[in-house]
């Protein structure tokens, strides 16, 4: 790829969108685009050598960490615009979880030296991921009350509500969530098992709060979902 190619795809990322043509084209000539295939490990947990800062241009990622018990939580799903691989960068730590693709992805990928010198230059990219930095650990300090605090019920609904806020279209009153989880992925990001999240998501069926198909899952009544 030219770098007046990777130029026009940088432009629409929200990253790089308040840069000028002229320093857009700087940080082109330092990025490089990567593809990866549903299913691809991107990134390790554990990994002390990482050295990478990622962008996604197209596709989806999922974040996940390894329990104690060796079971494997979801922490977050990113989609493009999104970015990922800074904390290592930043506190010199191994890689905090593993982050794998979840439908065919293409990234861009920068080297520590390049991120850092960016940081340096463009404080507007420093500040937008700052501010993505504070989104996530609100997420987090959300989760760990919900995991703690909520019956399986409620960390499942709270996930739905979360994943309709993130990822969903609103239509009139109901928010449709495309490509959904499969009830194994939702265990995982619920702390629980498959068979539970089964029955959760068919007794909120039941009680008309939620529809789901093949592909998609429909919040029909946000507020009763809420409560
Ligand atoms: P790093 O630790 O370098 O590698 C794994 C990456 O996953 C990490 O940087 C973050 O970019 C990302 N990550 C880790 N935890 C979360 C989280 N809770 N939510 C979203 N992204 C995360």
New binding site residues.
Partial sequence: MTAEESCTLAEKVPLFSELSKSDLTAICRVMFLREFEAGQTI?HEEDAQ?QSFFVIVSGKVH?AATTAEGKQII??T?KKGD???????LDGEP???S?AAAEHCSLFMLYRKSFLEILKRYPKIAIHILTEMSR?LR??NRQINTLSLMSVYGRIADLLLRLGRDHGKRVADLIIIPERPTHQQIAEMTGTTRETVTRVLSQLQKKRFISIDRRKIIILDEKKLYD
């Fill in positions: 990134v990482g974040v922490l977050a990113l970015f990922f691989g800074e904390m290592t960068i890689r905090s979880a982050v996530r997420n987090a």
